[in-house]
């Protein structure tokens, strides 16, 4: 089969090709509707199917004979521990984990939080609340209380399932003061929380609100799992936007499970039995597409790896795992590879290991810069194909279709638009570009399966945020172009995002804290790039008047704040104080203009600009700090 011929069919026939593709999966009930388009242009699939997530991933298997095949590796150099589970136990373990739940009042459609470091009984909770038929909202373990209080008070959890902690590298992280602090900044409050004890620490448990892991699970039953509709949500798992407060996006049930089964082949080009890794964290998209919902539903081996690529111990980290587990398609974040690379510039932490049933080897979560790949390429001989995505879509947007029809690869791009996906490059208007021209990147309504529909508790903002700009399209937020060859080039975001180590944060987040500092008058922060980490946030800062912090402190508090609301991975280390900043006539700050100034690129002062004698006043106090050459 060749690429065209499948792209080609998802485009003029969308229900007959993914009515095709939900036959892969067992279903209660197969879906009789597979698409309709609402009033709007968005779509919805499989709304009559029913189904169960964690059933398609788990049971099913069982029941084929795959229960002794492993389903999961836990691997963690940071506790030196190494357990399999095979697909009986996880179904039995998810069974009982739900059963706990049950007990506890969960019923379908209920929200649980999940704020757990990358531990298997992370997974276990995710497919546990699949069970029931609730909904999970995973919070990354690296955020802080008031973006877990945020998440508390959006999705309104009946319970909070934790860990006594997390560790980075060689450092205990304790979860209750984190998660303790968050209920007490939350207006809803869980009923129950329960808490998985860890050896490296032992939470103190609130009478009354906190249960202990184990007690409640040696005390549970396994139970079935209980039937959803195809349009039922699995989970809502929060993303920046341009604004402050992030969005949760929702991922039905149906659309998720057809487009992550037929990804796991046609991308990735693995079968059951097979061994997948996505090193991420279940925090993210990726985590939850490619460490959980999408290897075992293709009946795959997942690992579940705890710990960094570089550290721990060292920089060949990623070597060991990939030869030790004969893992067949690997994938991770360009900050990771560039990390391995600054350690280990001429992989020789690679030399001992034999990466011989590695087939390809993916990456998404930021741009792929051509340095990158071409040293990884080189030094591990094997094909690096990188592919776009976000946690809107649930799966690649761009990529090259490894189990259809591999192609050329061209650095720097992402390659092909994936079947289902009708990308497009658009101009403020609407208005197509031409070949090689840069402009929005936008997807023609309908999206394909797993793609969102909505904002969890907001129908409006979906409409608002994603579809109001160019109507009839869904906006990326990205910007780019497609080459002759219909390749394409996805340059970096056009919007206020900000990614950081393959981490996406809203830089009007940021701004509320640093504008939160009793000394700052007004700010922007700035995406600086990185050689490491890709982008990092830098504020750039006017005090009140009479103010007389000086910038060296100011930059240490700033620091401490950003850490204490958003959490470490903001990496926010940069501050810069100026006498002001330049506005357009409307009172508008010149982001774009700023954001090209500190990064050395070229500009162009808009002419809605009164005083140009703004910026060269900024250029002199980045060049005394060092900032500019
Ligand atoms: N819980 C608590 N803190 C966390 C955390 C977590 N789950 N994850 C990160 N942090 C902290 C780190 O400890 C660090 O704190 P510090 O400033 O006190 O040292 C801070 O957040 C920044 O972390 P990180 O971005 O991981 O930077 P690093 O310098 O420690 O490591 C890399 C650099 C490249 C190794 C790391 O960024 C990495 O592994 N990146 C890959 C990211 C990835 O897989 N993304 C997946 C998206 S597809
Ligand atoms: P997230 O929702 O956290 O997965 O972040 C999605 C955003 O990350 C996208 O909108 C892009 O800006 C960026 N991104 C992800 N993958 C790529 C890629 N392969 N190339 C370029 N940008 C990417």
Redesign the pocket.
């Known amino acids: 089969m060749s690429y065209q011929t499948e792209y080609d069919r998802s485009m003029k026939d969308p229900a007959g090709f993914w009515g095709d593709q939900a036959k892969a999966l067992e279903w209660f009930k197969a879906p009789q509707t597979i698409l309709t388009t609402d009033a709007d242009g968005i779509g919805h699939w499989f709304g009559d199917g029913e189904m169960n997530t964690s059933y398609m991933a788990l049971d099913h298997h069982v029941k084929n004979g795959r229960g002794d095949q492993t389903a999961i590796i836990y691997d963690s150099p940071v506790t030196d521990t190494k357990r399999k589970y095979t697909y009986s136990e996880l179904t039995d373990e998810v069974a009982r984990t739900a059963g706990m739940l049950a007990d506890l009042g969960v019923v379908k459609g209920d929200r649980v939080i999940i704020y757990m470091?990358?531990i298997p009984e992370a997974v276990i909770s995710m497919l546990a609340v699949a069970r029931l038929g609730a909904i999970h909202s995973v919070v990354?373990?690296?955020?802080a209380p008031p973006e877990l209080a945020q998440r508390i008070d959006d999705s309104t959890p009946k319970v909070i399932l934790t860990a006594s902690c997390?560790i980075?590298?060689k450092?205990v992280?304790e979860y209750m003061p984190l998660l303790n602090k968050a209920i007490d900044l939350s207006k809803h409050k869980p009923q129950s929380c329960v808490v998985f004890q860890r050896p490296q620490c032992n939470a103190p448990l609130a009478a009354g609100r906190d249960h202990d892991w184990a007690t409640l699970l040696a005390k549970s039953k396994a139970v079935g799992c209980t039937p959803v509709k195809g349009s039922d949500p699995l989970y809502i798992l929060y993303t920046s936007g341009t604004t402050g407060k992030p969005k949760g996006v929702v991922r039905e049930n149906g659309g998720h499970a057809v487009a992550l089964k037929y990804s796991m082949k046609a991308i990735y080009n693995v079968d059951a039995g097979d061994v997948f890794w996505?090193?991420?964290?279940v925090?993210?998209?990726?985590?939850h597409s490619y460490i959980v919902y999408g290897p075992l539903l293709q009946g795959c081996t997942t690992i579940v790896y705890e710990g960094?690529?570089?550290?721990t111990p060292d920089a060949g980290a990623l070597w060991r795992i990939i030869s030790e587990y004969k893992v067949k398609s690997f994938?991770?974040?360009p900050?990771?590879f560039?990390?391995v690379k600054k350690e280990d510039p001429d992989a020789l932490l690679m030399k001992p290991y034999d990466l011989s049933k590695l087939q390809v080897i993916f990456s998404?979560?930021?741009r792929l810069d051509p340095p990158t790949q071409e040293w990884l390429t080189e030094k591990s001989g094997k094909t690096v194909v990188d592919h776009w995505w976000q946690t809107e879509t649930g799966w690649g947007i761009t990529a090259n279709l490894w189990g259809v029809e591999p192609k050329p690869v061209k650095l720097g791009s992402s390659t092909l638009p994936t079947p289902g996906f009708d990308v497009r490059i658009l101009d403020e208007n609407g208005k197509q570009m031409a070949a090689n021209e840069q402009g929005y990147i936008a997807i023609k309504l309908p999206l394909p399966p797993s793609c969102m529909n909505r904002v969890w508790g907001d129908d409006d903002k979906f409409r608002e945020g994603y579809l109001q700009f160019l109507p009839g399209y869904y906006t990326t937020g990205d910007g780019g172009y497609i080459d002759d060859e219909g390749y394409v080039f996805v340059m970096g975001r056009v919007d206020d995002v900000i990614n950081?180590?393959?981490?996406r944060l809203s830089t009007g987040e940021i701004e509320e804290v640093v504008a939160g500092h009793p000394a700052v008058a007004e700010c922007a922060v700035i995406a600086r790039d990185d050689d490491?980490?890709g982008q990092v946030p830098m504020g750039l800062v006017v005090l009140k008047s009479g103010a007389t912090i000086d910038e060296e402190a100011l930059e240490k508090e700033l620091i401490a704040r950003i850490?204490e609301h958003i959490?470490?991975?903001?990496?926010y280390k940069n501050t810069v104080i100026l006498k002001r900043l330049p506005k357009t006539r409307s009172g508008k700050t010149l982001r774009k203009t700023l954001n090209c100034i500190v990064n050395g690129r070229e500009y162009t002062v808009p002419s809605t600009i009164d005083d140009t004698s703004v910026i060269n006043e900024i250029i002199t106090t980045l060049r005394e700090r060092g900032f500019l050459a």
């Open positions: 470091p990358m990354f373990g690296g955020f997390g980075e590298i450092r992280i996505a090193a991420s964290d925090g993210w998209v990726v985590g960094k690529p570089i550290m994938f991770t974040a900050t990771a560039r990390a998404a979560g930021e950081v180590a393959g981490h490491l980490k850490r959490g470490g991975i903001a990496c």
